[in-house]
Each structure stands twice: as C-alpha cells, then as structure tokens.
C-alpha cells in the first residue's frame, strides 16, 4: 500500500469516528511515577502517580504508593495504593485528575468512567465525580463499599448545567475515599 493510501485510509478512519470516545484519563494503570514511587504523611493537594493528585480532608494523613505485579481479575498490573494511616472524623481523602480541555469538548456529553478497586486492609467506600471550576458544578455517582476483592466500578453521567463561561474552565475526575479509621485501598485500570 502507498503512503498517500495509508493516510487516506488513517483520515477515513479519523472522520468515521474510529478514534473518537478515546480515555481521557491520563494513566490510569498507574504504570508511569515520573515523581516517585512512594508518598508519605500527604495532607494537601501532592501530585503522586503521573497526572494524579492526592490529598486528605478533615485531617486524615495518607501514604500514596505505586505497587507492581498485582493480580486485578486474571492480569498482572500495577496500582495506586492509598493507605490512610490517621483517619479523621468523617475519614475522607481523595485523589483526583484535571482533564484536559474536559469542560469544553464534553460539555453536554455522556460520560462512563470505571476503575477497579479494592480495599486490601479496613473498611473504605469509593464515589466516582466530576467536578467544575472548584465544585461550583458537580456531578456524582453513587457510593460503592469496598471489598477485599477488585471490583469494577462504573458510573456514567451527562454533564450539563454548566457554560463555557465558567472562572476556570477545567474539570476534575475524583475517587472519593471514606474511612472511619485506618484502610488501604488499591486503585488501577481508570
């Protein structure tokens, strides 16, 4: 085939929408720790794992940490581990993701995200939600109780009720993570 086909074949293939509903989530198999491997004693917003952001409210100190080889439903993979080792009185931490020109390009869409999740030490719940221009427009999924077993959590939502006009423009993935005392959970496959 010519390179002139090939390109073709590439536009084609652009404009049928074979390449759109792409991940907009940026490491999400917790493969890449350009800034380390291991977090300790995290209260305010610290940037982990490539493109991931943790941090705790109301107190709670958490420890991020990437873990190889783990066996998530049959495949080996690497994972975002959140180990609260103070967990205050409502115990929330969270880690979350900007997305890239998200408030623009999916403004009106439907959206699904999932991820797998467990609780390997405690007792945790997890709730998927986005979040624009600082919480001025949220959108929230149900909570889910963790098990010691990965579990594929999924949510969709439409995001509307929000403009183009908005301060910031960005908008922001977030696992919310609840603990009434100490736990530790594994993320991965975002």
Same mark, same amino acid.
């Given at each position: ?15 049928? @929408? ?12 917790? $493969? ?21 952001? @943790? ?39 969270? $880690? ?12 009106? $869409? ?24 600082? @919480? ?14 990965? $579990? ?39």
């Amino acid at each position: 085939m010519s390179k002139a086909r090939g390109l073709a074949d590439l536009g084609n293939a652009y404009s049928d @929408g074979a390449l759109s509903n792409r991940n907009l989530i940026i490491n999400g198999a917790m $493969q890449v720790a350009q800034r380390g491997t291991s977090f300790t004693g995290i209260g305010s917003a610290t940037y982990t794992l490539d493109r991931w952001r @943790g941090q705790s409210r109301a107190g709670s100190v958490i420890n991020v940490s990437k873990v190889d080889n783990i066996d998530v439903d049959g495949r080996i993979m690497s994972v975002l581990q959140h180990q609260v080792t103070t967990a205050a009185s409502d115990g929330l931490t969270l $880690q979350n993701q900007f997305v890239e020109d998200g408030s623009i390009s999916l403004l009106g $869409q439907t959206v699904t995200v999932s991820c797998w999740a467990r609780v390997t030490v405690g007792s945790a719940t997890l709730e998927q939600q986005f979040e624009v221009d600082g @919480g001025v427009y949220s959108f929230t999924s149900g909570v889910t109780n963790l098990t010691s077993s990965f $579990q594929r959590i999924t949510f969709s939502t439409t995001l509307n009720g929000y403009t183009t006009s908005i301060t910031n423009k960005h908008l922001r993935y977030q696992l919310y993570i609840r603990g009434a005392s100490a736990h530790t959970v594994q993320i991965t496959g975002v």
